[in-house]
């Protein structure tokens, strides 16, 4: 049985091509209200915002592979959890620069900054270095089974952080992001225009996590099946 | 005074404080990331083909 559900993959991979070209397309051509200091950098909205939703649903995605892991002993399981760790780096990274680059021009526009310790930015880093131990966990252990089942269990401690760092601590201190104390994050006073292109812009985004996860787990699958060492 | 016929395309890449560039250069950015996928994806389904047929590592590499 083949690990990856090909039709189903190109399937969504086609529909990706033109939901993603739709939601740029609203996002430059859907005219926002110019709000002080934002301006049109408003619009960051619809790219920086969802990729910390992919980075969410790579890690949820990865500890539920952990999980079913250590259920199942199945070594697919295992490259599943690592691949989607993988892409929850790369996409919380990507939160973390865009964030940066969002920050100097807004937040730090007459202070000149780019990084002033701002709770949630720290704690978004802190995160992103979480799931960069679990693969270096990994990377430290050469038996397949004992590096599938101990970093498991890593992954299964790393995912009850997520909702803290990424949550809880960020609103209970001072912070210049969205969503801190008398600064929602998402609210009524978000344009129903910007709602429009920001919803489908998540799930396009997260669309676009599930296709790049796939492809390396495809590619990491062929590569076991014609390693001897990793026949499973 | 410009030529009208070269305006129409002009004219609208430099209103709305020239947005519609950015627009343009992003969209060459994500096709260009589909055409990315879209290679890979070929890669892959040779691969598993080569899997599938039961040939053992020869260019793996």
Do not use: C
């Not at chain 1, 929602?184 to 396009?204: C, D, K, N």
């Not at chain 1, 669309?207 to 001897?228: D, I, S």
């Not at chain 2, 070269?6 to 260009?32: C, N, P, R, Y």
């Amino acid at each position: 049985m083949p690990a990856v559900n090909v039709k189903r993959y190109r399937f969504i991979r086609n529909a990706l091509v033109v939901w993603m070209t739709a939601v740029i397309l609203g996002a430059f051509l859907l005219d926002i209200p110019r709000i002080n200091i934002l301006e049109h950098t408003a619009r960051n909205l619809y790219f920086h915002v969802p990729m910390w939703f992919s980075m969410m649903a790579a890690v949820f995605v990865s500890a539920w592979h952990s999980f079913k892991y250590l259920r199942t002993n199945d070594l697919v399981r295992d490259v599943r959890a690592a691949e989607a760790a993988r892409m929850g780096i790369f996409f919380g990274l990507l939160g973390l620069v865009t964030g940066m680059m969002w920050a100097r021009f807004t937040w730090y526009q007459s202070s000149r900054q780019w990084w002033n310790f701002d709770p949630k930015q720290s704690m978004a880093a802190v995160q992103v270095m979480i799931y960069a131990g679990y693969l270096v966990l990994r990377s430290a252990l050469d038996d397949p089974i004992r590096r599938a089942r101990i970093s498991a269990v890593f992954n299964l401690f790393a995912i009850v952080t997520v909702p803290f760092l990424l949550y809880v601590l960020p609103r209970q201190m001072e912070s210049l992001h969205p969503g801190a104390e008398g600064n929602p994050a998402f609210s009524e006073i978000t344009h129903p225009i910007m709602r429009l292109v920001f919803y489908p812009a998540v799930i396009g985004f997260i669309g676009l996590f599930w296709v790049l996860y796939t492809q390396r787990v495809r590619a990491k699958v062929a590569e076991m099946a014609l390693e001897p060492q990793h026949q499973f | 005074m410009p030529a009208p016929k070269q305006d129409a395309f002009e004219h609208t890449m430099l209103s709305h404080d020239k947005l519609f560039v950015v627009l343009a250069v992003v969209l060459i950015i994500w096709f260009g990331i589909v055409a990315l996928i879209l290679n890979t994806d070929r890669k892959l389904a040779r691969l598993e083909r080569k899997v599938a047929a039961g040939i053992p590592d020869s260019t793996t590499a």
